[in-house]
């Protein structure tokens, strides 16, 4: 029998393993699961830059068995994006998705196949593989980044909780072959129930943004002690956030500081983001770490709490080396 051929591998298979050897499955479930791994299949394609298609075959018995084909102009990327999804699918956890992208970048270019396929075309063909290649290794670094890494967890995480609390299923089968009816693949994993549950992610937050020279104008202060958040303008966007400077709300409290229109503030701003369902960064709160200064319509006002600061900063006595020495 002719070897696969990896290049050719262009098919996922995902085969729904049911108990009581049944063949039908809820059909919610089913389509829900299959746009998730929709959205998962594109995500990683438009990290590499490439603009793919997908189509499905009809389901098989024996359990449920279902095909997706992936097709674009990039004949190179495309199997190594199957490689990708299916490996993400049905590897630990706890693997890191960067370290793993890269390792299936670098096993899928070195291979015989890749390598026959300068020899095979001519001079205007092979620079045009090696530009494909190039932007491979190039976009490979996309998958590094925390924010990549946490949406692919979450894509993934949609997908078993999907199927977590669905009683018939035992476990899943993903495959990589060059034709959905033939025995032989590339490789196979296999994901039992029991371990769906590993996969899902408690938060889906990344890293916040400081801001740390931000200028804030304050449309709806809170003036009394309460768990409402400020309102106020931000690079021209409406925006909530939480005063966390203690002093300076103190201030407002007791009435120290006062607002008027025009009233701005500089400050430290904390941008908080978190991955969405749909693999992209948004931003979760703002929050307003330390007040540096404030105006009212171009006028400087005087921040109370960092004058006092300021004033121990200038009455401190620093030590001095002659001060060591006399000791």
Same mark, same amino acid.
């Given at each position: 029998?002719?070897?696969?051929?990896?290049? @050719?591998?262009?098919?996922l298979?995902?085969?729904?393993?049911?108990?009581? &050897?049944?063949?039908?499955? &809820?059909?919610k479930?089913f389509?829900?699961?299959q %746009?998730?791994l929709?959205?998962?299949?594109?995500?990683?394609?438009k990290?590499?830059g490439?603009?793919?298609?997908?189509?499905?075959?009809p389901?098989?018995?024996?359990?449920?068995?279902?095909?997706?084909? *992936?097709?674009?102009? /990039?004949?190179?990327?495309?199997?190594?994006?199957?490689?990708?999804?299916?490996?993400?699918?049905s590897? *630990?956890?706890?693997?890191?998705?960067?370290?793993?992208?890269?390792?299936?970048? =670098?096993?899928?270019l070195?291979?015989?196949?890749?390598?026959?396929?300068?020899?095979?075309?001519? =001079?205007?063909?092979?620079l045009?593989?090696? *530009?494909? $290649? *190039?932007?491979?290794?190039?976009?490979?670094?996309?998958?590094?980044?925390?924010?990549? &890494?946490?949406?692919?967890?979450?894509?993934?995480?949609?997908?078993?909780?999907?199927?977590i609390?669905?009683? @018939?299923?035992?476990?899943?089968?993903?495959?990589?072959?060059?034709?959905?009816?033939?025995?032989?693949?590339?490789?196979?994993?296999?994901?039992?129930? =029991? @371990?769906?549950?590993s996969?899902?992610?408690?938060s /889906?937050d $990344?890293?916040?943004?400081?801001?740390?020279?931000?200028? $804030?104008?304050?449309?709806a202060?809170i003036?009394?002690?309460?768990?409402?958040?400020?309102?106020?303008?931000?690079?021209?966007?409406d925006?909530?956030?939480?005063?966390? @400077?203690?002093?300076?709300?103190?201030?407002?409290?007791?009435?120290?500081?006062?607002?008027?229109n025009? /009233?701005? $503030?500089?400050?430290?701003?904390?941008e908080? %983001?978190?991955?969405?369902?749909?693999?992209?960064?948004?931003?979760?709160?703002?929050?307003?770490?330390?007040v540096?200064?404030?105006?009212?319509?171009?006028i400087?006002?005087?921040?109370?709490?960092?004058?006092? /600061?300021?004033?121990? %900063?200038?009455?401190?006595?620093?030590?001095?080396?002659?001060? =060591?020495?006399?000791?």
């Open positions: 029998m002719e070897d696969i051929k990896q290049l @050719d591998a262009n098919i298979e995902i085969h729904y393993w049911l108990a009581n &050897d049944r063949h039908s499955m &809820d059909a479930v389509y829900t699961c %746009q998730e929709l959205g998962l299949i594109e995500y990683v394609a990290q590499f490439v603009t793919i298609n997908i189509e499905t075959f389901l098989e018995e024996g359990g449920i068995k279902t095909w997706l084909k *992936a097709n674009g102009l /990039s004949s190179v990327a495309i199997p190594l994006i199957v490689t990708i999804v299916g490996n993400v699918l590897s *630990a956890p706890s693997e890191v998705i960067g370290v793993l992208v890269k390792h299936q970048v =670098e096993e899928y070195k291979s015989t196949e890749v390598k026959e396929l300068e020899s095979l075309r001519n =001079e205007k063909e092979k045009i593989l090696e *530009a494909e $290649i *190039a932007e491979l290794k190039g976009k490979s670094t996309n998958f590094q980044t925390q924010h990549t &890494d946490t949406a692919i967890r979450v894509k993934r995480s949609n997908y078993y909780q999907k199927l609390n669905y009683k @018939d299923l035992e476990k899943i089968s993903f495959a990589q072959k060059d034709h959905p009816l033939r025995n032989r693949n590339i490789w196979e994993g296999t994901v039992s129930k =029991e @371990d769906f549950s996969y899902q992610i408690d /889906s $990344i890293d916040p943004v400081e801001h740390t020279e931000a200028i $804030i104008e304050i449309v202060p003036l009394k002690r309460s768990k409402r958040k400020w309102r106020g303008i931000y690079k021209k966007k925006i909530s956030f939480r005063m966390s @400077d203690q002093e300076f709300q103190n201030d407002v409290y007791s009435q120290k500081i006062s607002f008027s025009g /009233s701005i $503030i500089h400050c430290l701003l904390l908080k %983001q978190k991955i969405n369902r749909n693999g992209e960064v948004i931003t979760s709160e703002y929050e307003v770490v330390e540096d200064n404030m105006s009212i319509n171009g400087p006002q005087e921040v109370i709490h960092h004058r006092k /600061s300021k004033e121990r %900063q200038e009455d401190y006595i620093y030590p001095s080396l002659f001060d =060591e020495m006399d000791t």
